[in-house]
């Protein structure tokens, strides 16, 4: 990289904190902003979007230049190797985690279960939207990815926007800014309702006394709607110095071995391409990041080097990639291109939601065996945004966290996300067609919602 170009990096992620600070002032200002718990990131992509050139051309407010522009649309599916490969650490390593009882794993199970389900049920969902509107609307001339922005989007949030984007870059599909796009508007679609629709949800509950610790949603801590913590006591600590800097920093450490696995990646794709492996030369450098960390998660473990890690540091790394991420594909994102597809997205997310609530909502609150309403919630949360809208329904229903409801759907999340991720490769190699990829997602959700519903059938019965 010569100077020219990482001046040209720096200047580049100098606008999006600049986007990023003011997001975090204008949440701790508005209230609409508060009230619907919308993130810095968001709010500060949406400013970049509609203030920049994208939407205002050349009487843009924001003078960014449309090199600049071209580079943010780029840099989601760049980071989202490392965030991806940042999941399988620390698993199953956490010294300070107590194990699960008995209950609890009866409880994990179904809750990963409907994650998966729903998960699969919503690309299902996507590609049927696709293949109607193919037959009725031709003159869209529908790409072939469409339909997999509604999953991603609802279950894996902004954060995973440029997975697709990446996926579509590396099989040299024109359209990837476009999908990229649709995801991004999926997903704040999915943060937006998922939200609304979740306070409505925990109201009409509270009304039918059936949330065991409940927090009125007006009484909740203003720092948490405002997006800062004012009283030092009250503010937690990061993570756990697993190491001593004077050898290396903790948090050092940690993206150390994420980047170096994903380094690794990079190298094996790179090896198997030019040697021509068939099948293998063909998988993105992320599926090779999640079954990398997998291998050098158990060495660790087997090797009792678990205190080195901790679970924290690397989620703090992957969350602040993300809202760089989020940033980047908001302000970057193709207003007219997706534009020209609103009348299948607007079908498509209402019946995303649909499905979520009857899964989640109405199947899923009938299958748990304590704190339903609480486990049904955070997973409508997170099927709607991401695992921090899960967290954030379930505080309010359960403000002191005084229930084993937050370990179990963490447990569950984690799991589901790398079955979910594991899963999507079948999917990625039958893209043109997409009827094939409506069977496979769909068989996938009937048989995780009837498993779920087999097994807490089960659990009934013995007890």
């Known amino acids: 990289m010569t100077s020219e170009l990482f001046t040209r990096l720096v200047q580049e992620f100098s606008i999006l904190s600049g986007l990023l600070l003011a997001g975090f002032f204008l949440r701790a200002k508005i209230k609409l902003f508060q009230n619907l718990f919308l993130p810095a990131s968001v709010i500060g992509g949406f400013l970049g979007l509609l203030l920049g050139p994208v939407v205002l051309k050349t009487h843009a407010v924001l003078p960014i230049p449309d090199e600049f522009i071209k580079d943010f649309a780029l840099i989601p599916g760049i980071l989202i190797l490392p965030i991806i490969a940042s999941v399988p650490l620390g698993l199953g390593l956490d010294p300070m985690q107590t194990p699960l009882d008995k209950k609890q794993k009866s409880q994990v199970l179904p809750m990963f279960l409907l994650s998966v389900g729903c998960a699969f ?6 590609f049927a939207t696709k293949m109607v509107f193919s037959r009725i609307m031709p003159e869209l001339e529908i790409y072939p990815a469409f339909g997999m922005e509604l999953a991603l989007g609802f279950f894996g949030g902004h954060g995973t926007a440029g997975l697709i ?14 999908a990229q796009g649709v995801a991004v508007t999926s997903a704040t679609v999915g943060l937006v309702f998922g939200i609304l629709f979740g306070m409505i949800f925990i109201n009409i509950a509270a009304r039918k006394n059936k949330i065991s610790n409940l927090t009125d949603p007006k009484d909740l801590p203003e720092e948490m709607r405002k997006g800062y913590q004012i009283r030092l006591d009250e503010q ?19 993206v150390a ?22 099948l293998l030369s063909h998988i993105a450098e992320w599926a090779y990041a999640i079954a990398l960390m997998l291998i050098v998660n158990n060495i660790i473990k087997r090797l009792d080097l678990g205190f080195l890690i901790d679970g924290r540091i690397k989620t703090k790394f992957a969350s602040l990639l993300v809202d760089y991420s989020i940033v980047a594909a908001i302000a970057s994102l193709p207003v007219s291109a997706v534009l020209k597809y609103a ?11 649909l499905m979520v609530y009857l899964i989640i909502m ?26 921090m809208t899960g967290i954030l329904l379930l505080r309010i229903c359960d403000s002191n966290l005084s229930t084993p409801v937050l370990k179990d759907f963490s447990i569950s999340y984690a799991l589901a996300t790398l079955v979910c991720y594991a899963l999507l490769l079948p999917v990625i190699k039958l893209l043109p067609n997409s009827f094939a990829i409506f069977c496979l997602t769909g068989g996938v959700c009937a048989a995780c919602i009837v498993g779920a519903v087999i097994y807490s059938q089960l659990k009934l019965r013995k007890e």
Request: glycine share 10%; hydrophobic share 50%.
């Open 362 to 387: 109405v199947l899923g609150i009938r299958l748990f065996k304590d704190y339903e309403f609480e486990r049904s919630i955070a997973l409508f949360g997170q099927s709607t945004g991401v695992i």
């Open 343 to 353: 009348v299948p997205m607007i079908v498509m997310f209402i019946l995303g939601l």
């Open 257 to 278: 071995i994420i980047l170096g696995v994903c380094g690794v990646s990079y190298m094996l794709v790179a090896f198997l391409k030019a040697h021509h492996v068939p």
């Open 121 to 126: 049920g919503l690309f299902a969902l996507g």
């Open 165 to 178: 984007g990446n996926i579509l870059q590396k099989l040299n599909q024109p359209a990837w800014e476009v």
């Open 236 to 254: 937690t600590a990061v993570c756990r110095e697993t190491t001593h800097s004077s050898s290396v920093d903790s948090l050092a450490l940690h």
